[in-house]
């Protein structure tokens, strides 16, 4: 089964609205998460590490203040769109690594009208 | 930074065919390359993995095999099934406390019945 839990699975929302994206790891703490946006038919590009008791580590051309990420405790990491536009429509997808390999969550679409 | 090229961007075969995608990184200080198989609006998922100390890997219809000198690493599928179908991508890191991955663009696999 999963190991990493993400949620929601999809949301739509008006421009200009916030929205928070949850990331947990199932069953294991997780001091490292990392939050990948992802667009049709592309790959997956890492936007930021967050890091527990510690700010997150963003990515070059990531707006940290634009996508805010919040690891408060072992198990879950957040990412919140602050202030969405149209342009920031895509599928996000958090994932944590465990016994050296990296899972994945189910990933959120976010679609800002 | 890491830059891992992967080809072919798409591969079409038919059933009971192998198939076969190949990846080539430039850090020669990455040690971790796993391959991940996603279907249309799912999460990734981990289907193999290979570290640096070994050359080839097996588990039932898949391998993958690295050749380090080359920094290049491949992924087999044999005998293929219809299920098989979708987009495979390969990934690489170098681990310790700079760990992150860094995915190639993706091959969509199209398996014929």
């Known amino acids: 089964g999963a190991v990493v839990s993400q949620h929601p699975s999809r949301v739509i929302c008006k421009s200009g609205t916030s929205v928070k994206i949850e990331c947990r790891s199932l069953?294991?703490?997780?001091?490292?998460m990392f939050w990948y946006r992802q667009f049709p038919k592309q790959s997956l590009m890492l936007m930021a590490t967050?890091?527990?008791?510690?700010?997150?580590?963003?990515e070059q051309g990531v707006e940290k203040d634009k996508f805010l990420i919040n690891h408060a405790s072992l198990t879950l990491s957040t990412l919140t769109v602050t202030s969405a536009h149209p342009e920031d429509s895509s599928f996000y997808i958090c994932?944590?690594?465990?016994?050296?390999?990296?899972?994945f969550g189910a990933g959120t679409r976010l679609s800002v009208l | 930074g890491e830059n891992v090229e992967q080809h072919p961007s798409t591969l079409s075969v038919q059933e009971g065919d192998s198939a076969v995608i190949k990846c080539t990184y430039s850090?020669?200080?990455?040690?971790?390359f796993p391959w991940y198989k996603q279907e249309l609006g799912k999460r990734p998922q981990l289907i193999i993995d290979?570290?640096?100390?070994?050359g080839e890997k097996k588990d039932q219809r898949i391998a993958v095999t690295l050749n380090k000198t080359a920094k290049h690493f491949s992924l087999h599928i044999t005998e293929t099934q219809p299920e098989d179908s979708a987009v495979y991508f390969c990934?690489?890191?170098?681990?310790?406390?700079?760990?992150?991955?860094?995915f190639g663009k993706g091959t969509l696999l199209t398996v014929n019945p």
């Open positions: 994932s944590a690594p465990r016994g050296g390999a990296e899972y």
């Open positions: 069953d294991f703490q997780a001091t490292t």
């Open positions: 967050s890091n527990e008791g510690s700010k997150a580590t963003y």
């Open positions: 850090d020669s200080a990455s040690n971790y």
């Open positions: 290979i570290r640096s100390n070994v």
């Open positions: 990934a690489a890191s170098s681990g310790g406390s700079n760990y992150k991955l860094t």
